[in-house]
Nanobody
Framework: VQLVESGGGLVQTGGSLNLSCVAS????????IGWFRQAPGKEREGVSC???????EYSDSVKGRFTISRDNAENTVYLQMNNLKPEDTAIYYC?????????????????WGQGTQVTVST
């Protein structure tokens, strides 16, 4: 299984980014994809996840600003991030849970991407 993130970059406060996570090597759609982030000196934090039946969960810090979605035909999960704040600055990782649970706990996930940097300037 391989996960590849893209879409990170540098934006100003209040701006938007749309992250993508493409999964390959997994033969069914029955998995959950989670987005996590890690800022320098901080622990990895669960941001959002989406199950195979499109149920979603968000952390309180991003609820109302971020939207997760998935396209099973393209094996792609998106994270639309609006109204970005400097505290959103981090490396963003997508991860795959092959049990298709809905969880923001990193230990539930089996495969991880390499991450994409998101930087929000003031």
């Amino acid at each position: 299984v391989q996960l590849v993130e893209s879409g990170g970059g540098l934006v100003q406060t209040g701006g938007s980014l749309n992250l993508s996570c493409v999964a390959s090597g997994f033969i069914t759609d029955d998995y959950t994809i989670g987005w996590f982030r890690q800022a320098p000196g901080k622990e990895r934090e669960g941001v959002s996840c989406i199950s195979s039946w499109h149920a979603t969960e968000y952390s309180d810090s991003v609820k109302g600003r971020f939207t997760i979605s998935r396209d099973n035909a393209e094996n792609t999960v998106y994270l639309q991030m609006n109204n970005l704040k400097p505290e959103d600055t981090a490396i963003y990782y997508c991860a795959l849970d092959q049990l298709s649970d809905l969880s923001l706990r990193a230990k539930e996930y089996d495969y991880w991407g390499q991450g994409t940097q998101v930087t929000v300037s003031t």
